[in-house]
């Protein structure tokens, strides 16, 4: 198992590519916070199920001090919410 040990946050992880990407993560061995706004309604040992909107940025502070606290670290960061903003990451404003 090639991510034994590890942690792994999946954002947009409640179906499609983000739910695949959580199991497969699971299979490798990877501890998974799997989060999106919708409910994560599948278990699997190692997954850990967290709603959250991604683009509240007091509530994504909360979410990374729950998984340090829990979990000690983050290893993996797979970013697969689905955003559309008409502006590049770098000029966006918190509203945005």
Known sequence: MRLAGKVA???GAAAGIG????ERFIKEGANV???????ITYELEGLE???LN?????????FFNHVVTKYGKIDVLVNNAGITRDAMTAKMT???
């Open 9 to 11: 946050v999946v954002t």
């Open 94 to 96: 918190d509203e945005q």
């Open 33 to 39: 916070i799997a989060c999106d706004m919708a409910p």
């Open 54 to 62: 991604v683009t509240d940025a007091e509530k994504c502070q909360e």
């Open 49 to 51: 199920g967290y709603e």
């Open 19 to 22: 739910k695949e990407t959580a």
